[in-house]
């Protein structure tokens, strides 16, 4: 329950400078009990402060808010410590920098041994600065199977823009961001991804809740032997 943030992702997408290379993505924790938040490195860089600098706390997190969209992060924020739901939004921040940034979060929860919420965990998405490099390596490694496989990455896209309200662009991009974090082909997830649908409820907030909870651990319930499809001959 205590092991150190995930750095996969630091280490699939930071890189260079802090102030210079914005991440496209990074982890974060935050505890109900103690209202305590942990930040991975790109969490604070993302916020243009260096690893460490100053210790995030809500507070902070909503100072950080654009105006609009504060007191929709403090309410998202209440509904986790008091439901025990995850703590996931769409909304803008500005960095130290006054650099504006629209992100997604994407979290599920954090049971005890009994199956009890006592936190959440997930990524901050950077809508606006995500995974370029990433995307571009990704993008040219399996091009062949995105247009084999092309009306599946379609539905698979076009879900992800209603749940989240965002572009069809910033959608592949946050397919790729999975398929490059969990080493798994695309079309493959974004056929997992149509395979589970059914089992988001519709009301909205336990809506959002339940989809981030299959976005962030469908991969692992990818059957070993899925077979790649042979491609087809003329005769």
């Known amino acids: 329950m205590n092991e150190p943030l995930d750095q996969t992702v630091a280490a699939a997408l930071a890189g260079g400078d802090a ?11 935050f505890w109900f009990a ?19 600098e100053i210790e995030p706390t809500t507070d902070l997190l909503l100072a950080h808010k654009h105006p609009e969209d504060r007191e929709h992060v403090a309410e998202a924020i209440a509904r986790s410590i008091d ?8 909304h ?4 130290v920098t006054g650099a504006e940034h629209t992100v997604m979060v994407v979290a599920d929860r954090i049971v005890d041994d009994e199956g009890i919420p006592v936190g959440t965990a997930g990524f901050y998405i ?23 496989a092309r009306a599946e990455i379609e539905q698979a896209k076009g879900v992800l823009m209603r749940m989240y309200r965002i ?22 997830l974004a056929a997992q991804l149509l395979f589970e649908l059914p089992q988001v409820p ?19 319930r990818v ?8 491609p087809e001959h003329d005769s």
């Open 19 to 29: 102030r210079v290379s914005r991440p496209g993505a990074g982890s974060f924790r």
């Open 92 to 95: 803008r921040f500005i960095d």
């Open 83 to 90: 439901q025990g739901t995850p703590f996931s939004s769409r």
């Open 167 to 188: 572009n069809a662009e910033q959608a592949f991009k946050v397919l790729t961001w999975r398929s490059q974090e969990t080493n798994t082909k695309l079309r493959v």
């Open 126 to 148: 950077d809508l606006g600065e995500m995974l370029a490099e990433i995307e571009h390596e990704t993008l040219h490694a399996t091009l062949p199977e995105v247009i084999e």
């Open 34 to 52: 103690t209202q305590r938040w942990e930040w991975s490195p790109e969490v604070y860089r993302m916020h243009g402060y260096t690893p460490g």
């Open 223 to 230: 059957p070993n032997h899925t077979a790649q499809r042979a």
């Open 202 to 220: 519709q009301a909205p907030p336990a809506t959002i809740a339940a989809f981030d909870h299959i976005l962030l651990t469908m991969h692992t």
